[in-house]
């Protein structure tokens, strides 16, 4: 069996042990005779992996006890309209900061349900910094600051947690459990899975309970978190292949050391790969040092005439996933929790061994 270096944005690498459990599990999981996606999700082997799972991840994140955690589908999308359903009125208003596309797309779902102020914005460099956090428009009371962690398309990360009594609402989906987080600092934060969690179809949502309050009356029930707090998730067929692989992924990292264990993993794999870059005459990365993503590391060729050769050699020595986003183009390098540092010295092989026969 050969395994490809598999550096694709999401959905993205999963860790093999999970894979070789998901495989022995599939035809007979836990003696019930059925694959996991033939179990009634209210059958009481379900219910315990719901529960282990949320346990689980309470642990991996220290979640304190007065938060809520919450498996909706939808993805990170969804969340970009339920958290102004849930936490603001039509005539109330919320901000945003946007360092990246996916910011910028929360903020244009929100504006259809309330007013959105953009209080810091660093589309006028193409994204490639955070605007200094005292040059930031507060509105006077918003009801809640959205900003994005990790901007997996132009690779800036907050190295910090913005400041202030406004509710933060943070959309994790490209960096949850890639390292330790103090949730308490943040009103809700929500993440599609398909990146550091496990396949497509399910979502996390960490939320404050009182925060759980402000929801709408007139909104659909699947789109209200209080509904999925009171059922355990459970408020329609959930997505239970997705929360299965979730559960062995938590698993997978508390046998690992659990996030601390893989801040220092992940630490060490991006600065090995900024360090490359920025030592070389072919490749730059136009992030600010002081923000770019452990995560998502996107980077130009000098002469982008050899991005398609770049790309052609590295698929054929065994690298996938590398072609920057069709909206940006270059490369880009995504290396969350299930790259291995093996995959990641290897590319950094594959980079300078094609900087000197082309560069
Ligand atoms: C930071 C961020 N937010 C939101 C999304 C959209 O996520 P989903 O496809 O789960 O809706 C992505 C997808 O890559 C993302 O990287």
Redesign the pocket.
């Known amino acids: 069996m050969s395994r490809a270096h598999n550096f694709s944005?999401?959905p993205a690498a999963l860790p093999l042990e999970v894979l070789d459990t998901i495989r022995e599990d599939l035809p007979d999981w836990q003696g019930t005779g059925m694959s996991i996606m033939e179990v009634s999700h209210r059958g009481k082997e379900f219910i315990e992996l719901a529960a282990r799972a949320e346990s689980n991840l309470r642990t991996l994140l220290s979640v304190p006890d007065d938060y809520s955690v919450l498996f909706p589908q939808g993805?990170?999308?969804m969340q970009f309209a339920m958290a102004p359903l849930n936490l603001a009125g039509p005539d109330d208003t919320v901000d945003y900061v946007l360092t990246g596309s996916?910011g910028k797309k929360a903020a244009g779902e929100a504006a259809k349900f309330c007013h959105v102020n953009l209080i810091a914005d660093s589309s006028d460099k193409n994204f490639t910094y955070i605007p200094d956090e005292s040059s930031w428009r507060h509105s006077e009371s918003a009801a809640y600051l959205h900003f994005?962690p990790?901007?997996?398309i132009s690779g800036v990360e907050f190295h910090f947690v913005p400041e202030g009594d406004t509710p933060l609402v943070a959309?994790m989906?490209?960096t949850i459990l890639s390292r330790p987080v103090d949730v308490s600092r943040y009103g809700v934060i929500y993440a599609?899975a398909?990146k550091n969690i496990g396949p497509?179809g399910i979502t996390v949502v960490i939320v404050r309970n009182d925060l759980l309050e402000k929801a709408r009356n007139n909104i659909p029930h699947l789109m209200t978190w209080q509904a999925y707090a009171e059922s355990d998730s459970m408020t329609n067929t959930p997505p239970t292949f997705a929360w299965y692989v979730a559960d062995q992924v938590f698993q997978y990292l508390l046998r690992r050391g659990g996030l601390a264990a893989m801040a220092e993993i992940n630490r060490r794999k991006a600065s090995k790969l900024y360090t490359v870059i920025d030592a070389s005459g072919l490749y730059s990365n136009p992030v600010s040092k002081d923000c770019r993503s452990w995560m998502n590391v996107p980077f130009v060729l000098a002469d982008d005439s050899l991005d398609k050769t770049f790309l052609e050699k590295a698929a054929s020595s065994g690298f996938v996933g590398l072609k920057g986003h069709r909206s940006v183009g270059g490369i880009r390098a995504s290396m969350y929790n299930a790259v291995a540092e093996e995959s990641v010295d290897a590319l950094i092989e594959f980079m300078v061994e094609f900087e000197r026969t082309n560069g």
Request: charged share 10%; net charge negative; hydrophobic share 25%.
């Open positions: 944005a999401g993805g990170a999308t996916w994005t990790n901007e997996t959309d989906s490209s599609g398909q497509a």
